[in-house]
């Protein structure tokens, strides 16, 4: 059984990213062969790296699970921690660092899929890549020498996946992000303002998933991508989809991660179906959307196994940021049992 109740299925990729939906009931007792539960409420959000959630709703996927899949559509991960907070989600898909938060605040919960691998670009100025390659970390204090101005990078807030990515990168390549006064990170809300303020010429570069590298590479930006996830980060983390203790001691926790995986494949195997779907779900043009699945960013897999090691570098950043009070094991974050039961 499948009941849709997601707020703004068709709105605009990029500006639903800051957009909020409705929580529902979560979890009811029942009968069914879903050992108690007959409903899921599913929360997800209208990006990218959720892309299985589309899949799964527009190929009728969910008429495979024993339980009646009713999904709520976030604008953000944070709410979706507060919505598993007052016990109204079962399955959340949304970033690694919220699904943390959501652990250490005592949530019962564990993360038994990922969604995607190494989604994030570093973008910056191509006038300033060939500076980078050259002289590493000083290029930086180059460009402010020959700009007047320290090199201004964009993204989301402290502490989310672009902004950690970003911070692990600079501190890698031998930058002290709070010593360095040749650069700069500001925070910007949604990828819809990111591109703008890239389009603007208000920052020089940025952390960022798709389809926003697409987008700029279509309207020929002279922000390009300086290094991909792969190169920054192997197995970086990004989107996850985290399950109660409820749901993952019960069937529905290997049914719904078998679904997830006939996503994953569906996304691989038949692109140009998928970018029907993310034109139906997300709201982005289906050639941008083909465009954006052709991108070295787009690694869209289900296995957490490729993600755990990565992921203690995102722990590391959480505590780091008082986000979680201590980095967390990988055995306090992943429930690997399920997909391996598969």
């Known amino acids: 059984m499948y009941e849709s109740s997601r707020t703004?299925?068709?709105?605009?990729?990029?500006?639903?990213?800051?957009?909020?939906a409705t929580v529902g009931l979560a979890g009811c007792i029942g009968g069914g062969d879903g050992?108690?539960?007959d409903e899921l409420t599913v929360a997800h959000m209208p990006i990218y790296p959720d892309l299985q959630w589309y899949v799964m709703e527009g190929e009728g996927y969910f008429s495979e699970i024993d339980a009646e899949i009713s999904g709520q559509e976030f604008g953000n991960g944070p709410a979706?921690?507060?919505?598993l907070s007052g016990g109204d989600i079962d399955v959340a898909m949304f970033g690694i660092v919220?699904?943390?938060i959501a652990i250490d605040r005592g949530i019962s919960a564990r993360v038994t899929a990922a969604n995607i691998r190494e989604p994030m670009g570093i973008m910056a100025e191509e006038s300033f890549h060939e500076t980078f390659e050259q002289e590493g970390a000083d290029a930086f204090a180059t460009w402010e020498a020959e700009q007047g101005e320290p090199f201004t990078f964009g993204t989301f807030p402290q502490g989310s996946v672009p902004d950690v990515l970003l911070r692990y990168w600079l501190r890698d390549v031998g930058v002290?992000?709070?010593a360095n006064d040749s650069v700069e990170i500001i925070e910007i809300n949604g990828a819809d303002a990111v591109y703008q303020a890239i389009a603007n010429g208000e920052i020089d570069g940025t952390s960022i998933m798709e389809p926003v590298p697409t987008i700029a590479q279509a309207e020929d930006s002279s922000v390009t991508i300086l290094r991909t996830a792969a190169e920054v980060l192997p197995g970086q983390p990004a989107a996850v989809t985290l399950m109660s203790d409820a749901v993952r001691d019960s069937p529905l926790a290997a049914q719904f991660l078998e679904?997830?995986?006939r996503a994953t494949e569906f996304i691989e195997e038949s692109p140009d179906a998928t970018a029907e779907h993310v034109n139906e779900g997300i709201?982005?043009?289906v050639e941008r959307a083909r465009n954006a699945l052709d991108s070295p960013l787009s690694n869209f897999i289900t296995d957490p196994n490729e993600i755990t090691d990565a992921t203690q570098v995102f722990s590391e950043f959480a505590a780091g940021n008082d986000q979680i009070d201590e980095q967390l094991s990988n055995d306090a974050i992943f429930d690997l049992e399920v997909y391996d039961s598969l």
């Open 8 to 20: 703004a299925s068709r709105r605009s990729f990029l500006a639903a990213a800051g957009g909020t």
């Open 259 to 261: 679904q997830h995986v």
């Open 176 to 178: 002290d992000v709070e």
């Open 35 to 37: 050992g108690g539960l």
């Open 283 to 285: 709201g982005m043009p």
């Open 98 to 100: 919220p699904a943390m």
């Open 80 to 83: 979706i921690v507060q919505a």
